[in-house]
């Protein structure tokens, strides 16, 4: 009874040094600025302003669907009835935490679009702004992956009988 209690107490640990450490990365990356960026300019043309536009559009949508994900996680799991073994757990951890990575990074395009449009930079094709996109939605899709996994697994388990 004692080892499963440390046990529980070890990985409950385990849990808050990741989401220390996953803190302290994000800190330590938002802290980055970049200088490769197209010149200053005194007006945006009308293609730069649309692609902002659509930029901040996309990464919009897919905080959304990240944010749907999530819910739809916790619809799937809190219908459960209590009591019974919760199979493949791994699969509703890892879909959470790659929705939560995929927002964090839709915050990341986010306050990016918000400094190329402060030092009047538009190039939503540079990689300042392009890899966090990428990552948005590589790991939304991840999300989406282990999610189907879970639901496919879990549905019709635990209902009431």
Same mark, same amino acid.
């Given at each position: 009874?004692?080892?499963?209690? #440390?046990?529980?107490?070890?990985? *409950? ?7 220390? @450490?996953?803190?302290? &990365?994000?800190? =330590? !990356? ?50 459960? #009835?209590?009591?019974?073994?919760? *199979? ?7 879909? @959470?935490?790659?929705? &939560?990575?995929? =927002? !964090? ?57």
């Amino acid at each position: 009874m004692q080892l499963q209690t #440390a046990d529980r107490k070890h990985s *409950r640990m385990g849990i808050y040094v990741l989401v220390g @450490a996953v803190a302290l &990365g994000a800190c =330590l !990356f938002q802290g980055r600025s970049g200088s490769f960026f197209a010149p200053q300019l005194d007006k945006p043309t009308p293609w730069q302003q649309m692609s902002v536009t659509v930029a901040s559009d996309t990464t919009g949508l897919l905080t959304t669907l990240g944010t749907g994900l999530l819910g739809a996680l916790g619809l799937l799991m809190g219908g459960r #009835a209590g009591g019974g073994k919760v *199979r493949h757990l791994w699969a509703a951890f890892a879909c @959470a935490a790659s929705a &939560g990575v995929s =927002l !964090f990074y839709g915050y990341v395009v986010h306050l990016h679009l918000l400094w190329m449009i402060a030092h009047q930079t538009l190039d939503t094709t540079s990689a300042f702004f392009v890899t966090p996109s990428h990552y948005q939605f590589y790991s939304l899709l991840a999300a989406g992956l282990f999610f189907a996994h879970y639901a496919a697994q879990n549905m019709g388990e635990g209902t009431t009988t």
